[in-house]
């Protein structure tokens, strides 16, 4: 079965420093991974995606991650925060690149960037 | 930019009652999915849609849900006798074939 832990429950950072929301996944096979992005009151925002390739993915809002598959983690970063990404962010996983096949998300991180 | 649309943005039904949420997909997508997320909770997977069927189903799609493409456009979720526990955002999403899922804004489900 496919799982994804987001470890930390709220990150607070400061506007204009580095940002990283933690994902670690769990799949049988080769894992796809998304990052999405809920702001209050909107739906699910797609953010970006590794398929295969360069571990390094960039992605909407400057918004980047790395897939490191010996630590099966895909860590979401932004090399300067903005108050505007305070929002919640949501890591998925599968493990087939079909399209009818669901997405597993984590719990979620709540990014707060603070003024 | 196409995007996934959904109605009601908030549904209030009373308990036992049927309710039907309504999505239009993004026209040239081929794949459809209900998602629902509980307050506070995570994003869990209903069903995927594929073709006038339903490729896929988690324990939580039991014999209360149902989905149906009525027509060439909207892709809806039926519950047939509404419970407490069914409240919840429920989203709507679509893709292309082995692409990233496109979300809409929610419908907001509240069973009193």
């Known amino acids: 079965a496919q799982s994804v832990a987001q470890p930390e429950d709220q990150v607070n950072v400061a506007e204009g420093n580095p940002l990283t929301v933690k994902c670690t996944y769990s799949?049988?096979?080769?894992?796809?991974l998304f990052w999405y992005v809920q702001y209050p009151n909107r739906g699910l925002q797609f953010l970006l995606k590794?398929?295969?390739?360069?571990?390094l993915v960039k992605g909407s809002y400057g918004f980047e991650a790395e897939f490191n598959k010996s630590q099966t983690s895909f860590h979401l970063k932004k090399p300067s925060a903005l108050v505007s990404d305070s929002a919640l962010y949501f890591c998925?996983?599968?493990?087939?690149?079909?399209?009818?096949?669901?997405?597993?998300f984590g719990k979620g991180t709540r990014l707060s960037v603070i003024a | 930019e196409p995007e996934v649309t959904q109605t009601p943005s908030h549904q209030v039904t009373q308990m036992g009652q049927e309710v039907i949420l309504r999505c239009v997909p993004i026209?040239?997508?081929?794949?459809f999915y209900w998602y629902r997320q509980i307050l506070g909770q995570k994003v869990e997977f209903l069903v995927s849609?594929?073709?006038?069927?339903?490729?896929?189903k988690s324990e939580i799609f039991d014999d209360q849900f149902s989905v149906e493409r009525p027509d060439g456009s909207n892709f809806t979720l039926k519950i047939r006798s509404t419970k407490l526990e069914d409240s919840a955002m429920y989203f709507c999403?679509?893709?292309?074939?082995?692409?990233?899922?496109?979300f809409g804004p929610g419908t907001r489900l509240t069973v009193l």
């Open positions: 999403a679509s893709s292309e074939y082995s692409s990233e899922q496109f």
């Open positions: 799949v049988s096979g080769n894992p796809y």
């Open positions: 590794y398929i295969t390739g360069d571990n």
């Open positions: 998925a996983v599968r493990d087939k690149n079909s399209g009818n096949t669901p997405l597993v």
């Open positions: 026209s040239n997508h081929l794949y």
């Open positions: 849609f594929y073709n006038n069927e339903i490729s896929e």
